[in-house]
């Protein structure tokens, strides 16, 4: 017995005016049908017309009959009309006419079929490695465990804008869950933006320590906070270094930008501070171990990647042939069915609980079957399925290219000032120059943190230098206190009793964060503080290099000729 979502499908695409094969062309690309079930179905009696009743004219050209590549076959309307009974008969000459005219829009049609083949097939537009439902998943995880030499991008950005008519939070019960989280959505400002990205290059071919080298970047507005960084780094035989092209003033770490344009070796004792923002801890062991799983690791996605695909995980809602970046891709938009997890799970979970791979094992530990078989994963995933787009990118031999991520984020209707914003986030991951040599060289004149500090400063004025990042710092600092005071506001519904102490009432709230940002040793040595609030206000002022800095409940942040005084809960 023949699937009715086939003879549906095939009615559907019939009312279209499309061919047989191109009615076939279709039926691969969106459902797993063999081609004796699509022939069958063609055939059939229960879509096609009833004996006596006029169908529609069936287009014949070479444009319909060719193979098709990945992209929707676009449907071609005919231009002919029915043939009626003509009150006058047609002399011969009439129909030999017609006859030539048929003739000639058919050999036009044919050459520009034949013309635009070669034309996208010399561009190179035909993008190769054509996947359906039930393969693309094991079709990519086979390409990605032959590639030894690559560059990956990643990306990321965050921008508020005007919400979407209809956009909806996400529900109660998970902002519930996750409280915290959605709190500090609650204080995000109606205007922002952040972009971030990564750029890498490895080779891992032959060699227990890949030679890589990236470059980590981004920007951001805060509303009144600005930021910009971007740093390069190498490693090299197993040596890696860093150089730091731009960078913010960060609290608690000092002044790096100090340090631009310099290249600084690190992993060893004397590198400082904070070894780098951790570079250093990814030893050359966790990078052995990563080769040594290597393997096991592929094996485990290739095994998820074929029951993904054996349960249709993946639906192609389109699919299409584009250029991005010079690159001729193909283009397929992707949604998950949700009924097919909770299968998946179960088998990976069978073959995988008990591996001695501690990070394939922990993803079946807990009970995440409970969860994905409950009320309320349904309901999650039906909210994110309605605010995410997901899409894949193919280049012309089947290798994955673009990997792109898109959602909407409503903020919950606690976030009263943002009840008319959204977060819209866009992710991407850019693979390229595959299997290609990467060319990697050791930095000249590399040095260690300490001695670069040192040639740095060097010449110039080490106190100029050591004021300016000390401002920085403290207004820094001030800025994050300004969030911790609206978190103590919007858990106490004020700003607590009246105080000109930086060590009571709600300047000692540890929730809040709020001690952390009026704790002196977090400051740099001799900056003072003037703390001062009451329930409805509160203002505090630090001592700068040449002057003061003051923030307040009003949304000032700017410099003072004087401190606060006592009572003073707004900046001048």
């Keep these: 017995m023949l699937d009715n979502n086939l003879l549906d499908q095939v009615r559907s695409l019939r009312a279209q005016g499309l061919s047989s094969e191109a009615v076939r062309a279709n039926l ?77 829009v058919l050999s036009l049609v044919a050459l520009l079929v034949l013309g635009g083949a070669y034309y996208v ?77 990564l750029s890498m290059s490895a080779d891992w071919q032959g060699k227990d320590l890949a030679d890589w080298k990236f470059n980590v970047g981004g920007d951001g507005d805060l509303g009144d906070l600005t930021y910009k960084i971007n740093i390069d780094g190498i490693q090299k035989d197993g040596e890696m270094y860093i ?45 052995k171990t990563y080769k040594e799983t290597h ?9 998820a990647a074929a029951l993904s695909d054996e349960n249709h995980l993946l639906k192609i809602s389109g699919s299409k042939n584009v250029e991005v970046d010079g690159r001729s891709l193909a283009r397929y938009d992707v949604t998950l069915r949700k009924d097919s997890l909770l299968p998946i799970y179960e088998e990976l979970k069978k073959d995988y609980e008990s591996s001695a791979n501690l990070y394939i094992a922990s993803y079946f530990k807990g009970d995440t079957s409970e969860y994905l078989a409950s009320q309320r994963f349904s309901d999650v995933f039906n909210y994110w399925d309605k605010n995410a787009e997901l899409a894949l990118y193919v280049d012309q031999d089947g290798n994955p290219a673009i990997v792109e991520y898109k959602m909407r984020i409503v903020p919950p209707d606690s976030a009263t000032q943002l009840s008319d914003r959204q977060a819209d986030v866009i992710f991407r991951l850019i693979i390229s120059d595959i299997n290609k040599k990467v060319d990697i060289e050791t930095p000249k004149d590399a040095k260690s ?124």
């Design 28 to 104: 691969h690309v969106v459902g797993n049908w063999t081609d004796d079930e699509i022939t069958q179905a063609l055939i059939s009696p229960d879509v096609n017309p009833v004996q006596g009743t006029p169908s529609a004219p069936t287009p014949t050209s070479p444009a319909q009959t060719a193979p098709t590549s990945i992209q929707q076959v676009e449907r071609v309307v005919p231009t002919q009309q029915p043939v009626t009974e003509s009150a006058s008969p047609v002399s011969p000459s009439a129909r030999s006419n017609h006859v030539y005219m048929k003739v000639a």
């Design 121 to 197: 097939w010399g561009k190179g537009l035909v993008a190769g490695g054509a996947y359906r439902e039930d393969n693309i998943l094991s079709g990519l995880i086979a390409k990605y465990a032959d590639i030894h030499s690559s560059t990956y991008t990643s990306s990321i950005s965050i921008k508020m804008v005007e919400r979407d008519r209809g956009a909806e939070p996400l529900p109660p019960e998970e902002v519930a869950e996750d409280n915290y989280s959605f709190d500090m959505i609650s204080f995000l400002p109606r205007e922002l933006e952040l972009n971030g990205f």
């Design 243 to 287: 150089k730091i092209n731009n960078f913010p003033i960060i609290p608690f770490l000092g002044d790096l930008s100090v340090l631009k344009g310099q290249w600084i070796k690190i992993g060893d004792s004397s590198s400082s501070p904070q070894d780098l923002f951790g570079f250093s801890n990814y030893s050359s062991s966790e990078q």
């Design 295 to 303: 393997d096991e690791v592929v094996a485990f996605l290739t095994r």
């Design 449 to 572: 943190f300490e001695d670069a500090m040192n040639s740095t400063l060097v010449g110039t004025s080490l106190s100029s230098a050591r004021s300016k990042g000390n401002d920085a710092k403290t207004k820094a600092n001030l800025s994050g206190l300004r969030t911790a005071a609206e978190i103590y506001y919007d858990n106490n519904n004020n700003y607590g009793f009246a105080t000109d102490s930086c060590s009571s009432e709600m300047f000692a709230d540890t929730t809040s964060g709020m001690s952390t940002y009026v704790d002196v040793a977090h400051y740099s040595e001799g900056t003072k503080l003037s703390c001062h609030s009451k329930g409805t206000g509160y203002a505090v002022s630090a001592s700068l290099t040449d002057g003061y800095w003051c923030v307040d409940s009003l949304g000032k942040s700017k410099a003072e000729t004087s401190p606060l005084v006592a009572g003073q809960t707004s900046c001048q």
